[in-house]
């Protein structure tokens, strides 16, 4: 099987060291995938390696994410072509992180995704209020800024995605019974100081997760779709969605200020 396709970008939140207890709750038979709150897409790169997307429906209220997906499934040659002459430098890097790629075509806006994303501290996606990219130089000796099997693999999968930007309660319609439906969360956060919701300007507060809740539950209960989610092992989604069932799982944090501080944190997958 090989291990690709996998995901193209590190992203805080992404499931890969989850997978394997993620694999353990999928439907044995499903219709579409749908993964609304798509990030890096581990379980969607995972289903895909295995053969097991028909086809699927991927969004992101991020829309240079979503932008990014896009010319890596339609122009992905394009993506690769720009990106294999952009240098690890400090210079270079503060460049780029000065521009605003709204006015780029999806390829630019993908390469300048995927560049700072590899040359940045730790891949944080991280925009101030003017939505400017602000996480500093990582200052990596050889990062794989251009990693052109996985793109190109990373491209094959697509071919089967539908992709938009959207909330996730707005892109839902088309689920069909026995479809599948994966939401992954920004998480509750574990503590006030753990509280990293900016992965956009808006972030992901107390009212979306209930709204979350609602959506799943209507999906779940009227609609005959099969429904997985993921949050922190804290009082909100234990009491969100008590009328579910839940396991609590181990995972490592892979976002904190040092690697130090790096530690082993619960988890609840909820169907
Ligand atoms: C925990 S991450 C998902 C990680 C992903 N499962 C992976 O493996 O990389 C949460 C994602 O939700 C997105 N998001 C935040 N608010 C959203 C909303 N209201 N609707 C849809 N997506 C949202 C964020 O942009 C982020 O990409």
């Not at 579409?32 to 379980?43: K, N, Q, S």
């Not at 071919?159 to 019974?177: R, Y």
């Not at 969100?240 to 799982?249: A, C, D």
Request: contains cysteine; hydrophobic residues 35%.
């Amino acid at each position: 099987m090989g291990n690709l396709p996998k995901p193209f970008l590190k992203w805080v939140g992404g499931k890969q060291r989850l997978l394997p207890h993620l694999l353990k709750k999928i439907p044995t038979e499903f219709g579409d995938y749908h993964e609304p709150m798509v990030g890096g897409g581990a379980l969607f790169f995972e289903l895909s390696r295995r053969g097991l997307i028909q086809e699927a429906y991927l969004s992101d209220v991020n829309e240079r994410l979503i932008r990014t997906y896009r010319a890596i499934r339609d122009d992905v040659d394009k993506v690769i072509s720009l990106l294999s002459h952009y240098p690890n430098d400090d210079s270079f890097f503060k460049e780029m992180r000065r521009v605003a790629p709204e006015s780029l075509p999806d390829s630019g806006v993908a390469a300048w995704f995927l560049y700072l994303n590899r040359t940045c501290f730790n891949g944080l996606y991280r925009v101030n209020k003017s939505n400017l990219f602000n996480s500093p130089f990582g200052k990596y000796k050889k990062p794989k800024i251009c990693n052109e099997p996985l793109l190109r693999s990373c491209s094959k999968a697509l071919q089967k995605a539908h992709l938009s930007c959207a909330p996730f309660e707005s892109v839902l319609e088309v689920a069909k019974p026995l479809d599948f439906v994966y939401f992954d969360p920004p998480y509750v956060p574990l503590s006030r100081t753990s509280n990293f919701t900016s992965y956009t300007v808006e972030g992901f507060g107390f009212r979306d997760h209930m709204l979350l809740r609602d959506v799943s539950w209507e999906l779940r209960t009227e609609r005959e779709v099969h429904v997985l989610l993921s949050n922190s092992w804290t009082d909100l989604p234990l009491e969100l969605y008590r009328n579910y069932k839940m396991e609590k799982v181990e995972a490592r944090r892979a976002v904190s200020a040092t690697n130090k501080g790096r530690k082993v944190v619960h988890e609840a997958l909820i169907w």
